[in-house]
């Protein structure tokens, strides 16, 4: 074997370099991801009634849509916000109406779909932190960390629009009242993690999970009609301001990369 031959190999077998997948965890990221869990909402019954393509119809498009978004997110060596916040969006929209789907085309309860993907999620971190040791998302690094942190986010949108449906069918609170309840929530887990010192990844997967429901109280409470308790601009409107303000956010956060994690590249094992 000539010395070209074995420099060409060498090249070929070698693990490709990536930097961190994920964004930093900023006030830019909560933002983001409370809209994209109201788009989430929105979008999906905007496809689903005036588009007409149906639960299932609906499924399908934004499931294949999710595929191809993840395709390009998989690919990326870095973080690219342009990539990473349309996969989120699409994952908001697919983890609903997976959840959709099971109720109402399947039957299945509330309480049902929720203790579902409540053991789902419960399965995938311990999956996780067996193969990794950690459940960070600051060290979303290799592809199968990349694997299991994308399928915890669609067990979180999953879980969180049956648990924030379920109980906004239980306690009748209204939309403007869950969404003020949930936001206490988070606040009672940003307290508890900055002052009392509880685990920062368990504080951000808790706030993750709640941001879902907050999101779709927030997107509900603006898009459904005002004899129903909302505001009545529509879930045309309302999808199209957050997709507007979550394309201006992240068209900043390319521009600055105020986001970026930019530690040493790790080579993939």
Same mark, same amino acid.
């Given at each position: 074997?000539?010395?070209?031959?074995?420099?060409?190999?060498?090249?070929?077998?070698?693990?490709?370099?990536?930097?961190?997948?994920?964004?930093?965890?900023?006030?830019?990221?909560?933002?983001?991801?409370?809209?994209?869990?109201?788009?989430?909402?929105?979008?999906?019954?905007?496809?689903?009634?005036?588009?007409?393509?149906?639960?299932?119809?609906?499924?399908?498009?934004?499931?294949?849509?999710?595929?191809?978004?993840?395709?390009?997110?998989?690919?990326?060596?870095?973080?690219?916000?342009?990539?990473?916040?349309?996969?989120?969006?699409?994952?908001?929209?697919?983890?609903?109406?997976?959840?959709?789907?099971?109720?109402?085309?399947?039957? !299945?309860?509330?309480?049902?779909?929720? /203790?579902? *993907?409540?053991?789902? $999620?419960? &399965?995938?971190? +311990?999956? =996780?932190?067996?193969?990794?040791?950690?459940?960070?998302?600051?060290?979303?690094?290799?592809?199968?960390?990349?694997?299991?942190?994308?399928?915890?986010?669609?067990?979180?949108?999953?879980?969180?629009?049956?648990?924030?449906?379920?109980?906004?069918?239980?306690?009748?609170?209204?939309?403007?009242?869950?969404?003020?309840?949930?936001?206490? !929530?988070?606040?009672?887990?940003?307290? /508890?993690? *900055?002052?009392?010192? $509880?685990? &920062?990844?368990? +504080?951000? =997967?808790?706030?993750?999970?709640?941001?879902?429901?907050?999101?779709?109280?927030?997107?509900?409470?603006?898009?459904?009609?005002?004899?129903?308790?909302?505001?009545?601009?529509?879930?045309?409107?309302?999808?199209?301001?957050?997709?507007?303000?979550?394309?201006?956010?992240?068209?900043?956060?390319?521009?600055?990369?105020?986001?970026?994690?930019?530690?040493?590249?790790?080579?993939?094992?």
């Amino acid at each position: 074997m000539t010395i070209t031959e074995k420099s060409q190999r060498a090249v070929a077998s070698r693990p490709r370099q990536m930097l961190n997948k994920v964004p930093e965890v900023t006030l830019y990221f909560w933002i983001i991801k409370i809209m994209a869990t109201t788009v989430g909402e929105t979008a999906a019954d905007y496809l689903n009634d005036h588009m007409g393509l149906g639960l299932t119809g609906t499924s399908l498009v934004m499931g294949s849509l999710l595929v191809v978004a993840l395709y390009f997110q998989f690919k990326a060596r870095k973080y690219v916000p342009g990539i990473y916040w349309l996969a989120v969006v699409l994952i908001s929209v697919v983890g609903t109406l997976i959840t959709d789907n099971m109720v109402d085309n399947f039957g !299945m309860s509330l309480k049902l779909t929720t /203790a579902i *993907f409540a053991v789902c $999620l419960a &399965a995938t971190f +311990a999956a =996780w932190y067996s193969q990794e040791r950690t459940l960070s998302i600051h060290s979303i690094y290799t592809t199968r960390r990349e694997g299991f942190y994308w399928l915890t986010i669609l067990f979180t949108f999953a879980l969180g629009t049956a648990a924030g449906d379920l109980v906004a069918e239980t306690l009748n609170l209204g939309y403007w009242k869950s969404a003020i309840m949930f936001g206490a !929530m988070i606040a009672a887990v940003a307290i /508890a993690c *900055f002052r009392f010192r $509880l685990n &920062a990844v368990l +504080a951000f =997967w808790l706030a993750y999970i709640l941001t879902r429901p907050l999101g779709a109280s927030i997107g509900d409470y603006l898009s459904q009609a005002k004899a129903d308790g909302g505001l009545g601009l529509g879930t045309t409107v309302t999808s199209f301001i957050f997709l507007g303000v979550i394309l201006a956010v992240v068209v900043f956060l390319t521009r600055t990369r105020r986001d970026a994690i930019d530690t040493p590249a790790v080579i993939e094992s």
